[in-house]
């Protein structure tokens, strides 16, 4: 994580003769878009707009959680919310925010993408031993709107969605 720095001088006066150091302190953290992000913050995001019941509405724009930014009501504009993207990318773009992994490799705040069509955001595996269900965080449609809810596997791959890992995720 980049820190932000400012510039404090310190000057020194012995008789004519002065010397001035530079000290870098930290400024105060303001909340970072487009960079780093922990797997927690992600899924609180997540949380934060299931608990708000966020409906969906590709023509309207909801505030994320510290009304930092306003993200698209619609399922790419929810994950570039949780993933504290800079603006909210469509799912033809996201790929370019992410890079695909094994199903087998999916952890809370990685995504489902089928390219111009849909995304959601994993949470965690029903079961770890099989891997054969899992929970996701979706904003599909205005007959569902925000919702956590159950997906398998087969039926996700069969129907052309692909795990996807945000490149700035961290771990936390």
């Not at 930014?69 to 919310?81: A, E, L, N």
Request: neutral net charge; hydrophobic residues 40%; aromatic residues 10%.
């Amino acid at each position: 994580m980049r820190a932000i720095f400012r510039n404090l001088v310190v000057a020194v006066v012995v008789g004519v003769t002065a010397s001035v150091a530079v000290l870098q302190v930290p400024a105060a953290a303001a909340p970072a878009y487009g960079g780093d992000v922990k797997r927690s913050i992600v899924i609180n995001r997540a949380e934060n707009w299931l608990d708000r019941h966020v409906p969906y509405d590709v023509g309207a724009f909801a505030w994320d959680i510290n009304r930092g930014r306003q993200y698209r009501q619609d399922s790419s504009g929810f994950v570039s919310m949780t993933w504290k993207l800079t603006t909210s990318a469509t799912t033809r773009t996201l790929g370019g925010y992410s890079h695909e992994i094994d199903w087998n490799d999916l952890l809370p705040g990685d995504a489902l993408l089928n390219e111009g069509l849909h995304v959601c955001l994993f949470d965690a595996w029903v079961d770890e031993g099989t891997k054969a269900d899992f929970w996701v965080y979706e904003l599909r449609d205005a007959a569902s709107d925000m919702r956590r809810h159950r997906v398998n596997v087969r039926s996700a791959r069969s129907d052309g969605y692909r795990p996807m890992r945000y490149d700035h995720i961290v771990k936390g």
